[in-house]
T-cell receptor, first 114, second 112 residues
C-alpha cells in the first residue's frame, strides 16, 4: 500500500531535549515536505526537498533542521525544542515525474514541548 | 498564490449530494484548482483538481465556472465518512516547490 509513515505519532517532551520525527515514503517520490498545523493558522510549510541531498526552507524553518540522505526518508530534527514548537506536524510527498500530481500526507505527529 | 474564499461550515444529510463552493476571483491563467480534505485525526487527502474543464473521479466532481472565478466540489452521495474539512487551493503550474497553501477550509458535517 502506498503510504507516508511518520513516527512517533505522539510525543511529549521537555524544552531543550533534541528530538527527531521520522518520515518515510514507499512510492519512490522525489519531492518531500514538512508542514506544521496550528489552530487559526492552517498548515504552514517548514522545509522541503526536491530530491536526495537537495533541501530548502519553507515559510517557517526557524528552529528546525532536515536531511535527505535517502530518497525514501526525510527526518525533521528539533535540536533544542521550545514550547512554541508544540504543534501537529505532517510530512508529505509527491512525484516530480509528471505535472500536477497529488501530494500524499502522513497521519501526523502531535508534539508537546513542556 | 491567489486567495480562495470558502464558507466556514456546511451541513448535509447522508446519501444526499453536497455542493461545496469556492471563490477565487483573482485566479490567474496558470493556476490549477486543487481540493484536499482532512478527516479528523488524519493528514490532508487529495480529492480532485482541474484547470478549466469540469473533472470527475471516483471521489467527487469539480465544476469550474466559465470565467474560472469560482468552482464547486460536488460529492454525489455524502456518507458519514465524508465529514471533514475541505480545502480549496490554487497552485501555479510548475515551480520548484510544490507547496500547498491551505486556508481555513469548510467544515462539512454529515447527519445520519
Amino acid at each position: 500500500e502506498a503510504q507516508v509513515t511518520q513516527n512517533p505519532r505522539y510525543l511529549i517532551t521537555v524544552t531543550g531535549k533534541k528530538l527527531t520525527v521520522t518520515c518515510s515514503q514507499n512510492m519512490n517520490h522525489e519531492y518531500m515536505s514538512w508542514y506544521r498545523q496550528d489552530p487559526g493558522l492552517g498548515l504552514r510549510q517548514i522545509y522541503y526537498s526536491m530530491n536526495v541531498e537537495v533541501t530548502d526552507k519553507g515559510d517557517v524553518p526557524e528552529g528546525y533542521k532536515v536531511s535527505r540522505k535517502e530518497k525514501r526518508n526525510f527526518p525533521l530534527i528539533l535540536e533544542s525544542p521550545s514550547p512554541n514548537q508544540t504543534s501537529l506536524y505532517f510530512c508529505a510527498s509527491r512525484t516530480d515525474r509528471a505535472s500536477n500530481q497529488p501530494q500524499h500526507f502522513g497521519d501526523g505527529t502531535r508534539l508537546s514541548i513542556l | 498564490d491567489a486567495k480562495t474564499t470558502q464558507p466556514n461550515s456546511m451541513e448535509s444529510n447522508e446519501e444526499e449530494p453536497v455542493h461545496l463552493p469556492c471563490n477565487h476571483s483573482t485566479i490567474s491563467g496558470t493556476d490549477y484548482i486543487h481540493w484536499y480534505r482532512q478527516l479528523p485525526s488524519q493528514g490532508p487527502e487529495y480529492v480532485i483538481h482541474g484547470l478549466t474543464s469540469n473533472v470527475n473521479n471516483r471521489m467527487a466532481s469539480l465544476a469550474i465556472a466559465e470565467d474560472r472565478k469560482s468552482s464547486t466540489l460536488i460529492l454525489h452521495r455524502a456518507t458519514l465518512r465524508d465529514a471533514a474539512v475541505y480545502y480549496c487551493i490554487l497552485r501555479k503550474r510548475g515551480g520548484s516547490n510544490y507547496k500547498l497553501t491551505f486556508g481555513k477550509g469548510t467544515l462539512l458535517t454529515v447527519n445520519p
